[in-house]
T-cell receptor
Framework: KQEVTQIPAALSVPEGENLVLNCSFT??????LQWFRQDPGKGLTSLLLIQSSQREQTSGRLNASLDKSSGRSTLYIAASQPGDSATYLC????????????FGKGTHLIIQP | DAGVIQSPRHEVTEMGQEVTLRCKPISGHNSLFWYRQTMMRGLELLIY????????DSGMPEDRFSAKMPNASFSTLKIQPSEPRDSAVYFCASRQGFRNQPQHFGDGTRLSIL
């Protein structure tokens, strides 16, 4: 059974710092990996989607990498801002015929002004 | 473009009552997913549909839970009878076309069973 772990569970940093969020998964046979942002009381906003054949994806100040063979992904946030404060979730889609996402429990990020 | 629309946003009811959660996917999306989020277990897939057909309901916790998708623009998740342990945030998500596309989530329904 696929398990997704996110470290750290919580992180608080001053504004302007670059930071890295980590995600690991136990079964490397994935179809793709998706990073989401969740604000309190809100749904999930898709940030980046990396296909299993890709190594990284970039969107603005965000960069996500994928090392499928080692079961790891990182989300890099450059020049962090208070508006980046949220919970960041990593999710993998299994390979084969299965569908749906398996989620980590998230990293709760606070950017101090 | 309208996103995934869920209703109600909040539901508080007493145990034993029937609860119906509703979801309208993004127009043109042909896959629909129901997830449940709790503090203890995080986000878990309950069931998903492709082209209105249920494909995998192995995540549905008990027979008290049922889901339907009568057409491409509407789905329901029903709990009957409801129990306090069903209290959670229930999310609906939809996806366009192939599996390499991202899932788009609604704002969820926060369900409290007293």
């Amino acid at each position: 059974k696929q398990e997704v772990t996110q470290i750290p569970a919580a992180l608080s940093v001053p504004e302007g710092e670059n930071l890295v969020l980590n995600c690991s998964f136990t079964d490397s046979a994935i179809y793709n990996l998706q990073w989401f942002r969740q604000d309190p009381g809100k749904g999930l906003t898709s940030l980046l989607l990396i296909q299993s054949s890709q190594r990284e994806q970039t969107s603005g100040r965000l960069n996500a990498s994928l090392d499928k063979s080692s079961g790891r992904s990182t989300l890099y946030i450059a020049a962090s801002q208070p508006g980046d404060s949220a919970t960041y979730l990593c999710a993998v889609r299994p390979g084969g015929g299965a569908d749906g996402l398996t989620f980590g429990k998230g990293t709760h990020l606070i950017i101090q002004p | 473009d309208a996103g995934v629309i869920q209703s109600p946003r909040h539901e508080v009811t007493e145990m034993g009552q029937e609860v119906t959660l509703r979801c309208k996917p993004i127009s043109g999306h042909n896959s629909l997913f129901w997830y449940r989020q709790t503090m203890m277990r995080g986000l878990e897939l309950l069931i998903y549909f492709n082209n209105n057909v249920p494909i995998d309901d192995s995540g549905m916790p008990e027979d008290r839970f049922s889901a339907k998708m009568p057409n491409a623009s509407f789905s329901t998740l029903k709990i009957q009878p409801s129990e306090p342990r069903d209290s959670a945030v229930y999310f609906c998500a939809s996806r366009q076309g192939f599996r390499n596309q991202p899932q788009h989530f609604g704002d969820g329904t926060r369900l409290s069973i007293l």
